[in-house]
């Protein structure tokens, strides 16, 4: 019970005896009317069926007013049952989504790098909308549907319990033709989730791809998966309605069977002068409605086990376990790597690496293409967890630190800047939050970026679109500078951070990122070795293992993967030289 009371809620169950209760109650109030409308039924039946009484009037008018204060309190419960139910669903999926993010955002990038994006959109959007349907339309509903029925039968049962057996004999069957049916209709709610994901996914990579898709004329082809996503998703649409719809008729048509026998049986009785016409009566009036609730039910089982299905893939997620760790990281950065052993997935990266880096210095990584060089300077953030060995922070193994804290030890800067939908400022203010206006300018002036902002219409209030798309691929890496330069973290990893840099602005960064690098932990991957030859050390790397390590003069004279790396450089200078000339 537990279990689907958080899949109804997204984990909040917490929220739902409010709006069970509401709807508790809002069941009673319609009970009570039909009890004073039956009063009146009975009393009109009893002036013409029984010759020595008298139609009572002032009852009649009694029942009546009755019924008119019945119907405003009833709109009052009615009333605040709605607002219950609406709260608590709103309630629910506003905390649902805010602990999901910040879940996500503790999870590891390995299990994020694993999900479709697409899925965990449509996870937050979608699945919690159907959710807050679920909650405030769904569960009021199967309220009635479980109570009420019991509720009638027990009553009835006092007035004549064959009758009432025969009301009820159609529901067991009804209801057990929709269970056994669940697995068909569980299969094609998960094929039609299916096929939304994919068409989300689908939509957002045609989106976010644009700039691709007319570089290389793929409109036609992209386009086509996209309208073979949607017309999947029109597929399984219906082949939900069209397979399900039947089903639950014939479940809706077993329950309302007992009706029939009703008729059937209550003739018959009444014909032998074994029944009470007013029983009878009351029989006829009350079944035709008892079953309301529960045909309503069966008409929406299918969305409430979809709604389930959604509450499911929720808690799966919310369930995924989040790195753990509660230890201060040092305030020095001293960075060595016992014995590492990665993959990805299957994928061996990097194979039994060892490396000291010691603090306050400047270590480059260089190497082959696809040699692990990013990957060990995302395992220092513990973007992921090593499969054997350690990384270590001043002796302390990562795993046993808290992440978030880590996280605030280290300042990154990548090849593929994003700026967030927001003013240029905040954007810079992400390395430190609390910075105050002189200080967001003064780091951007380290980082050269203070003239172009100054130069933009509204300054630092200029907002910048999704993903940065409003400014040049240097100036973006500009901006990241300044934000690293705000965080002032004794770690630094610098991750290609001058590659989109055109060569005019190339001097002037250099020395905004030896600011940065000053009196840090630095690790630096290049692909350009002369950016990096002035490094205290420089680790080879290649196909996940170190080839060697030493200064630039050093390795130069000792190894032969870098003299290779290093004269092949200088001949593409060379060839660009000779190009240009
Ligand atoms: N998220 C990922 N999932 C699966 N494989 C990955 C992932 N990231 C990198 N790899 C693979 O791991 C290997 C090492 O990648 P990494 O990015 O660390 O190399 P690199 O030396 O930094 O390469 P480059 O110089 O081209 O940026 C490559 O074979 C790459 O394809």
């Not at 009371?5 to 209760?21: A, C, K, Q, T």
């Not at 905390?95 to 955002?105: P, W």
């Not at 807050?132 to 109570?147: C, D, K, N, R």
Request: aromatic content about 8%; some cysteine; overall charge neutral.
């Amino acid at each position: 019970m537990n279990r689907l009371l958080s899949l109804f809620s997204g984990g909040s169950p917490e929220l739902l005896p409010r709006p069970i209760g509401a709807a508790f109650l809002e069941g009673l109030c319609r009970i009570f009317q039909a009890g004073l409308v039956f009063l009146v039924v009975q009393e009109i039946y009893r002036s013409y069926a029984l010759p020595d009484h008298p139609l009572d009037l002032p009852l009649l008018w009694k029942l009546a007013a009755a019924l008119g204060v019945w119907t405003v309190v009833q709109y009052g419960i009615s009333l605040r049952a709605y607002d219950a139910t609406f709260t608590a669903a709103y309630e629910a999926s506003a905390r649902g989504r805010i602990a999901l993010g910040d879940h996500l955002r503790r999870l590891s990038l390995g299990y994020l790098n694993s999900r479709d994006p697409g899925d965990l959109t449509t996870m937050l959007l979608e699945d919690y909308a159907q959710l807050e349907t679920a909650m405030s339309h769904y569960l009021p509903q199967l309220v009635s549907a479980l109570a009420f029925p019991v509720l009638f039968c027990l009553g009835l049962s006092f007035w004549d319990w064959r009758l009432a057996l025969a009301l009820f004999a159609g529901l067991p069957v009804g209801c057990a033709f929709i269970f056994a049916s669940r697995r068909l209709q569980d299969w094609l709610g998960r094929a039609h989730v299916a096929a939304k994901i994919d068409a989300s996914s689908r939509m957002q990579e045609y989106l976010n791809n644009m700039r691709e898709i007319k570089a290389h004329n793929l409109g036609g082809a992209k386009f086509q998966r996209l309208e073979r996503a949607f017309r999947s998703l029109k597929r399984e649409a219906i082949r939900l309605e069209g397979i399900v719809g039947p089903l639950v008729m014939v479940g809706i048509a077993a329950t309302r069977t007992g009706l029939s026998l009703v008729v059937l049986l209550g003739v018959y009785r009444l014909v032998g002068g074994r029944l009470d016409p007013l029983v009878f009566t009351g029989f006829l009036l009350l079944g035709g409605r008892v079953f309301d609730p529960i045909t309503l039910v069966l008409t929406n089982y299918a969305e409430i086990r979809y709604s389930l299905l959604s509450g499911q893939r929720i808690l799966e997620l919310r369930r995924q376990p989040i790195p753990q760790g509660k230890g201060e990281p040092p305030r020095e950065g001293s960075i060595e790597f016992r014995n590492v052993t990665f993959a990805y997935g299957d994928t061996p990266v990097l194979s039994r690496v060892n490396l000291s880096i010691p603090s306050r210095s400047v270590t480059a990584l260089v190497g082959p293409s696809g040699s692990g060089k990013s990957t060990v300077a995302r395992l220092i953030a513990r973007f992921w967890d090593v499969r054997d060995g350690a990384v270590l922070l001043e002796g302390r193994n990562v795993k046993d630190l808290d992440p978030d804290r880590l996280l605030s030890r280290i300042s990154m800067v990548f090849q593929d800047v994003y700026l967030f939908r927001d003013t240029i400022g905040n954007n810079i203010r992400v390395g430190n939050p609390e910075a105050t206006q002189e200080q967001v300018e003064e780091a951007a002036r380290r980082a050269r970026c203070h003239e172009f902002i100054q130069a933009l219409p509204q300054g630092y209030d200029t907002r910048v679109g999704e993903g940065g798309c409003t400014l040049s691929g240097g100036e973006r890496q500009r901006v990241s500078i300044a934000r690293a330069l705000l965080k002032d973290a004794p770690i630094v990893l610098l991750d290609e951070a001058t590659s989109s840099l055109d060569p005019e602005n190339e001097q002037a960064v250099q020395e905004a990122l030896q600011a940065l690098v000053e009196d840090r932990t630095v690790v630096v991957i290049a692909h350009r070795l002369k950016t990096v030859r002035h490094a205290d050390r420089i680790v080879v790397l290649d196909q996940g293992k170190v080839a060697g390590w030493g200064t630039h003069e050093e390795l130069l004279e000792r190894e032969p993967l870098y003299q290779k790396l290093w004269g092949l450089q200088q001949q593409a200078e060379r060839w660009e030289l000779g190009a240009t000339a």
